[in-house]
Each structure stands twice: as structure tokens, then as C-alpha cells.
């Protein structure tokens, strides 16, 4: 069993930066893709920024330039740098793993960190 544990999430100004963490109990590189996801109240989870193996790196077009999304395979951890944030970025962000599996994905989630910006 796979655990995640971000970390980094608060509250923040419009404009400001945030960077959170995600700590995985294994080993990140035997993952075939990571990732992270968000859910603002009242709306479904939806995609932030991916990482998958043999593909790169994805951002949804909403975050693409300003937040960035890397690893560090030596500490198992992910990390999302979010920088220029708006009030539409508030939500709980979550960390994803998946390892793929013939018909499917095998999918880890963390728990959520909440992200607020406000003034």
C-alpha cells in the first residue's frame, strides 16, 4: 500500500506563491505517472499538472506558466510551485500516483492539503 502525504497548503495573498509537497512512502520512479489534482467546493476533482513517464509534463490551462510541477526521485517526494495565485486556485489539492495495469490504472491519493487565496 501506497501512502502520500502533501504538505505546504494555506493561506495566501492574489499574487502570491505557494509550494506544496507530497511525500510518498515508496519509491516515486516505480510509478508510471504523478501528478496533482484540485477540488474547489461544489465542483468536481479536476487535473493541475502531470508527470508521466515516457511523456512528459501536462498543466491544465488554467495553471500553464504559472505553476510548475517536479520531483525528487532521491527523496520521494512531488512538489507543485505555485506562483501569481488567484482566488479561482482556491481548493484542497491532492497528490496522485498511479502505477498502469492491463485494462487500468492502479490510482494513490493523499489526503489534501487546503489552498485559500485570499485578501
Known amino acids: 500500500q501506497v501512502q502520500l502525504v502533501e504538505s505546504g497548503g494555506g493561506l495566501v495573498q492574489p499574487g502570491g506563491s505557494l509550494r506544496l509537497s507530497c511525500a510518498a512512502s515508496?519509491?516515486?520512479?516505480?510509478?508510471?505517472?504523478m501528478g496533482w489534482y484540485r477540488q474547489a467546493p461544489g465542483r468536481q476533482r479536476e487535473l493541475v499538472a502531470t508527470?508521466?513517464?515516457?511523456?512528459?509534463?501536462d498543466y491544465a490551462d488554467s495553471v500553464n506558466g504559472r505553476f510548475t510541477i517536479s520531483s525528487d526521485n532521491a527523496k520521494n517526494r512531488l512538489y507543485l510551485q505555485m506562483s501569481a495565485l488567484r482566488p479561482e486556485d482556491t481548493a484542497v489539492y491532492y497528490c496522485?500516483?498511479?502505477?498502469?495495469?492491463?485494462?487500468?490504472?492502479?490510482?494513490?491519493w493523499g489526503q489534501g492539503t487546503q489552498v485559500t487565496v485570499s485578501s
Open positions: 515508496g519509491s516515486i520512479s516505480s510509478f508510471n505517472g
Open positions: 508527470m508521466v513517464r515516457g511523456l512528459g509534463i
Open positions: 496522485n500516483v498511479y502505477r498502469s495495469r492491463p485494462g487500468g490504472k492502479l490510482n494513490y
